[in-house]
Each structure stands twice: as structure tokens, then as C-alpha cells.
């Protein structure tokens, strides 16, 4: 019967040590001792529900690697199974391979996984594919950990050694048919790692031309190494006079249509063609907010372009959330995009 609040400091550069010793000084200062780890999660889960996709929980001490939630909540092994799924989206969380190994030393079996990917499946069709998909497992000797990050789904099926292969099969097998637009992988990797590889596959170079993710598209591919070989340029064109400036969107366009529609999205990918180094085109314009721009366009409305030696197709969506979901989303969908195009 306590309310829990919380408070924050940020800091840039802090050295480890002195970082330690001052987590180390403030926690003697809690006479109390270690927060209670099994009360604050089991209140935490309660509350949110899991319809989150993660939950952040800090333990004590922070510097010992893994936290020890494996111990916090040992006596109840079902819920400590539902808070690690909670985690999965955390930086510092738990991983499915620190579950693997508790499930191994507990039942004496062994645990494998494998990786599903997509992008933007509506929630209805995955629980219709995760529903049919587990009806394949009729022992129970498998369970599911899906995540959706910004739109970017991962989809994990855990299964023990006795789970027979043709099980496993038949159920990724009816993921696949189900969610067969959305998917982009079946194996645990990126979506700009996907995209790299096939660039690479197909020995061609792309650009980008960014207005309201703010580069946000190039950042994610130059996160992937051997970028280099397939990435070509960048440009963040975020004004009106950039977009005509550099890539020669029609000043007739931005004034009759607006920077956020269609025809500029497509200029601006025909922009950054040279017939030269340039193969594949990406550009995003939208309204990301909070508040919309000076015309009745609403916030989250945004337009992709993708195009494939000068095959420009443009891509129209209605993003919801905060500024950074729905930039957040679009760099997922301009990639995603890229790649089934490619493809």
C-alpha cells in the first residue's frame, strides 16, 4: 500500500568510479537498504499491464552485469517469466539467453530460439498468427516473445529440446503465411542490417533526402558495418528553400500541394537521382508535431518516397504518438519500404 514516484539527474561523461561512489553514497542514505526488487516489479507489472513493451525497473547494485531479478522472484517462476518479457525492449535488460539458462538448470532441458522480423503488422493479424502458430506446440514446450519497437516487430519462439522440429517448423511456417507482407527476416537481424545486405546483393548505392526525420533514415544505415560500400549520401533538406535549393523540388509544388505531400515526396526522391552513383532513392516529408504546420494537415501525416533506377513509388501514412514515435516510425517504414521494393 505504497505509492511509488521516482526523480531524475542526467549527466555527461561521469567516469565509472566516481559514478559508482556517488550510486554507493546516496544509497546509504535510504535507510530502508536495497529497493525491494519483487515489490516494486510485481506493483509496476500491475500497473501497466502488458500492453507495454517494456518496463524499466533499476536494481541494486547497477554495476554487477545481469541484474538479479532471477533471485528476486525465484518462489513465483511463472511471474518471473512475464516480468523478463516485460524487459525485452529495456537497454538494460534481461535477456532471453539469462532465461534459456535458468529454464535449462530448473526443468533440465534445453532451450533454443528462433527469430522472426517484420514491420507494421496490425496487432490483429499478429495475434491471429502467434493464436494458430501455437496450436502447432500441443506439449505447451514453447512460448512466444514478441516486441514492437517503433512498428519494427520481433517476434521470438522459445522452445525446449524435446519440442518436435516439425512443430517448430509448421509454426513459423504459419507466422510466415500469415504475416508474409510484413516480414523482412527470419533470423534475428536488423532491418538496416537486411536492407545493407541486400544493397550489397544487388551492388547498388543509395541516398537519402530527409526532411521531417532529420537524417534519422541515414543514421540507422550508417549504424551497419560495411555501410560504406552501399551508402552514398545523405541530405537533410528540413526547409522549403533546401528542398528546391538541393534537390530541385518545384517551388510551384510547395505552394500549390505543400512540403508535406505526395508530389514533393516524389520530387525530392527524383532529386537526389545524378545517373551516376545513385541507384535507390529514399525521402520522407511529414508533420511529426506536436503541433501541425500552417495548414489543416494533421500531425503524423507523412508521405515516402522510395525509388529503384528512377522507378519512384510514394507512400502515404497517418502516424499517431508523440514527435519521436512517429519520426521514429517513419524511419522504420522508409526502410522497411526500401527493402520490399528492392526486393
Known amino acids: 500500500n505504497l505509492k511509488y514516484e521516482s526523480t531524475v539527474v542526467r549527466a555527461v561523461g561521469a567516469p565509472k568510479k566516481l559514478l559508482e561512489e556517488a550510486l554507493k553514497k546516496a544509497s546509504k542514505l535510504f535507510s530502508d537498504g536495497e529497493p525491494r526488487t519483487k515489490e516494486i516489479a510485481y506493483r509496476l507489472l500491475h500497473t501497466y499491464g502488458t500492453e507495454n513493451n517494456y518496463i524499466v525497473v533499476i536494481f541494486y547494485p547497477v554495476f554487477e552485469g545481469v541484474y538479479d531479478i532471477a533471485g528476486a522472484v525465484e518462489s513465483d517462476f511463472t511471474y518471473f517469466v512475464a516480468i523478463v518479457m516485460l524487459f525485452d525492449n529495456c537497454e538494460n535488460r534481461l535477456k532471453t539467453d539469462d532465461i534459456k539458462q535458468i529454464l535449462d538448470g530448473k526443468y533440465n532441458l534445453k532451450y533454443e530460439s528462433t527469430v522472426v522480423r517484420a514491420v507494421g503488422a496490425p496487432k490483429k493479424l499478429l495475434e491471429e498468427a502467434l493464436k494458430r502458430a501455437s496450436k502447432l506446440f500441443s506439449d505447451g514446450g514453447a512460448f512466444f516473445n514478441v516486441t514492437n519497437v517503433y512498428d519494427d516487430i520481433r517476434i521470438e519462439i522459445v522452445y525446449d529440446s524435446a519440442t518436435p522440429k516439425i512443430s517448430l517448423d509448421e509454426g513459423v511456417r504459419e507466422i510466415v503465411k500469415i504475416l508474409s507482407d510484413y516480414i523482412y527476416a527470419l533470423e534475428d537481424i536488423t532491418l538496416a542490417e537486411q536492407l545493407i545486405r541486400l544493397l550489397k546483393l544487388r551492388r547498388m548505392k543509395i541516398c537519402t533526402a530527409e526532411s521531417f526525420t532529420g537524417g534519422g533514415v541515414g543514421k540507422k544505415l550508417v549504424s551497419v558495418s560495411g555501410a560504406s560500400e552501399v551508402y552514398c549520401e545523405g541530405l537533410n533538406t528540413y ?105
Not at 528546391?244 to 505531400?261: H, I, K, P, W
Not at 541507384?279 to 489543416?296: E, L
Not at 528512377?310 to 522504420?332: C, L, M, P, Q, W
Request: aromatic content about 8%; proline content about 2%; glycine content about 10%.
Open 239 to 343: 526547409s522549403n528553400s533546401s528542398k528546391t535549393a538541393r534537390l530541385g523540388v518545384s517551388e510551384l509544388t510547395l505552394n500549390q500541394r505543400g512540403a508535406v505531400s505526395a508530389e514533393t515526396a516524389y520530387q525530392m526522391a527524383e532529386g537526389l537521382y545524378d545517373g551516376k552513383t545513385c541507384n535507390v532513392a529514399v525521402s520522407t516529408t511529414g508533420i511529426a508535431g506536436p503541433k501541425s504546420d500552417n495548414t489543416s494537415k494533421p500531425v503524423g501525416l507523412a508521405f515516402i518516397g522510395v525509388g529503384v533506377d528512377g522507378d519512384i513509388s510514394v507512400y502515404k501514412f497517418n502516424f499517431h504518438g508523440d514527435r519521436k514515435t512517429i519520426t521514429e516510425t517513419a524511419i522504420n517504414h522508409a526502410l522497411f519500404l526500401t527493402y520490399k521494393k528492392l526486393k
